[in-house]
């Protein structure tokens, strides 16, 4: 069956934007997790949701970004007025639930200008 | 101290020889651990998980976990060029939000 999704691969835009990061979980997943990885080092958690609750935004770096999933299947995460330090890959995984494996996405290279 | 622990490598280990990689956890609270695979370029690919004290075995791939030592360990059988990549060690820790939390990875090099 298909994997995680996410899209765009890459996205490229200027200081001060705002982006929106999509994600669409392995078909059946109840719990969806964000996470930020820098090169040369491992995932960093950001927040995750069981069915459409977000249970944790406690690894969101400021106000400025926010995640949701209204129906409990894809979710966005949004970056608002970007700046160069929020350049990174961002990965989406999905779980059967929580405390289960996660299975990640390709991930979206994001490269603020 | 960090909450997860790996050596950042590289391991450079040649062609059917055993690769161990080491993965040191900070909170006892820990309950749930995984090892990830990742290739250059791509994304994390699960090969092991483990919950209990003991070694886990699934084909080349065995993961042993000691909690009262707090470090999970992989090992790699017969290891294969196709090896390389940096290994990822992640907890999950339920009082934490069930969130994982990943090391920095060790970089594995297989040499034919």
């Known amino acids: 069956g298909a994997g995680v999704s996410q899209s765009p691969r890459y996205k490229v835009t200027k200081r001060g934007q705002d982006v929106a990061l999509r994600c669409d979980p392995i078909s059946g997943h109840v719990s969806l997790y964000w996470y930020r990885q820098a090169l040369g080092q491992g995932p960093e958690f950001l927040t995750y949701?069981?069915?459409?609750?977000?249970?944790?935004k406690s690894g969101l770096p400021n106000d400025r970004f926010s995640a949701e999933r209204p129906e409990g299947s894809i979710s966005t995460l949004t970056i608002q007025r970007t700046e160069q330090r929020d350049s990174a890959m961002y990965r989406c995984a999905s779980s059967l639930g929580t405390d289960q494996p996660q299975h990640f996405g390709d991930g979206t290279r994001l490269s603020i200008l | 101290q960090k909450e997860v622990e790996q050596n950042s490598g590289p391991l450079s280990v040649p062609e059917g020889a055993i690769a161990s990689l080491n993965c040191t956890y900070s909170?006892?609270?820990?309950?749930?651990f995984f090892w990830y695979r990742q290739y250059s370029g791509k994304s994390p690919e699960l090969i092991m998980s483990i919950y209990s004290n003991g070694d886990k075995e699934d084909g080349r791939f065995t993961a042993q976990l000691n909690k009262a030592s707090q470090y999970v360990s992989l090992l790699i059988r017969d290891s294969q060029p196709s090896d390389s990549a940096t290994y990822l060690c992640a907890v999950n820790r339920k009082a934490a939000g069930n969130k994982l939390t990943f090391g920095g990875g060790t970089r594995v090099l297989v040499k034919p």
């Open positions: 949701f069981n069915y459409e609750a977000q249970q944790d």
């Open positions: 909170d006892r609270g820990s309950q749930s």
